[in-house]
């Protein structure tokens, strides 16, 4: 039976409050929680380039990667980190490399890079070659040895969501085209959710009980001047966000009871800039009440996100609050982020919430601008915040 947030088994109505809130606790995402991507260390990088110019085999390439995430499981473990991740030590992209393993995409060069403000990066993209579906996926195995490199510590796999894939394949490409592989985009989009059905179940049976869906799609629609860019190409983006819940929710429906799912929304993390800006509201009620995630991880960390009012729309499951940024190093104030901890509990009981950093580190290989040792500042001041506000 497929259980949703908040719908624990064996549950009864009348089963005591703090029963329920142990195991509220006890479910990801937890108190003190990190969106999953971590700088990459010199000798990854060294190992990508040299394995780019042919000096080096991919068995030297990922026998570097291996040392270096089992390094830095170790360091998420001595944060106190009660869910540790890979760093997406392994991928160039957040996005595109999990999409390349799909059936029907490929990666390829672009024209030019996606517009951040600022910056631009490498000249990539992926695009529709086939019918979208899944036979396996190389981020299975990444995701087996995670595992076992964590050993009693649950490991977390994060992958973007089948919404992004609809978003930088039929949305981003204003030239994109069905013909001669989808007679329309109800057949296009089912392929996608049940590609991803085979997908989660495939990460399940590696072991995997905490998955992540990383999806700025969402920023996108949150954004006034993307929403108007989008009206005049004749695309309804009030129609756009009830698809991509559903395209999402259709994509974990089968999932196991014992497997959490949760939602990582920003508005873009390319070294240390960003892409779009505007508050939750537009999308609020649909994306929080519908969605059926055990939870959200909410990019909260400056203005550009807007208020906390919008999440007068989450039913049951946790809010992770990206109070702290990953952009940069300077290291946030304990007391304001306990402030601001507080302000949105206006809005969403306190214990349904926790506290993360608004983004990953290294949402790409490059990183974002900041040093290790700040890196490490951060987590370790998620995680001792979030032990004065909790426990």
Not at 40 to 60: C, H, Q, T, W, Y
Request: aromatic share 10%; charged share 30%.
């Amino acid at each position: 039976m497929t259980t949703f947030a908040g719908n624990f088994p064996g549950e009864s109505a009348a089963a005591d409050a703090a029963d329920r809130a142990a195991a509220n606790a006890a479910r990801p995402p937890f108190r003190a929680d990190h969106v999953g991507s971590f700088l990459r260390p010199e000798a990854v990088k060294d190992a990508r380039l040299r394995f780019r110019e042919g000096a080096i085999s991919a068995e030297d390439l990922r026998a570097v990667e291996d040392a270096a995430i089992r390094g830095l499981v170790a360091r998420q473990k001595a944060c106190g980190l009660r869910a540790v991740t890979d760093g997406e030590l392994r991928r160039g992209w957040w996005h595109y490399d999990f999409f390349a393993g799909l059936d029907g995409v490929e990666k390829t060069a672009a024209g030019r890079g996606l517009a951040f403000h600022g910056v631009e990066p490498k000249a990539e993209k992926v695009v529709l070659t086939g019918r979208v579906g899944f036979t396996s996926h190389p981020h299975v195995a990444d995701f087996a040895f995670l595992r076992e490199t964590a050993g009693d510590t649950l490991a977390k796999m994060c992958i973007p969501s089948p919404a992004m894939l609809h978003m930088v394949l039929a949305v981003r490409d204003e030239r994109f085209s069905l013909a001669g592989l989808y007679r329309d985009e109800d057949e296009f989009v089912s392929d996608m959710a049940c590609a991803y059905r085979g997908a989660v179940r495939a990460f399940y049976d590696a072991g995997c009980r905490y998955l992540q869906l990383d999806d700025t799609s969402w920023g996108s629609l949150c954004n006034p001047a993307e929403r108007e860019k989008l009206k005049k190409r004749g695309i309804d983006p009030d129609a756009l966000a009830r698809l991509y819940v559903d395209l999402n929710n259709s994509a974990i429906g089968e999932r196991p009871a014992d497997m959490a799912v949760t939602m990582h929304i920003c508005r873009g993390n390319f070294r240390s800039t960003w892409m779009n800006s505007g508050g939750y509201e537009p999308v609020a009620e649909e994306l929080f009440g519908r969605a059926r995630l055990d939870g959200f991880f909410l990019e909260y960390d400056t203005e550009r996100a807007g208020g906390f009012e919008p999440l007068r729309f989450i039913r049951d499951q946790k809010v992770v609050l990206g109070l702290v940024s990953s952009k940069t190093g300077v290291l946030e104030d304990r007391e304001a982020l306990k402030v601001r901890v507080a302000e949105a509990a206006r809005f969403v009981p306190l214990e349904q919430l926790c506290l993360s950093p608004q983004c990953g580190f290294s949402s790409t290989e490059e990183g974002n601008i900041l040093t290790e040792d700040e890196q490490w500042a951060k987590i370790r001041l998620v995680v001792e915040t979030a032990g004065e506000i909790w426990e």
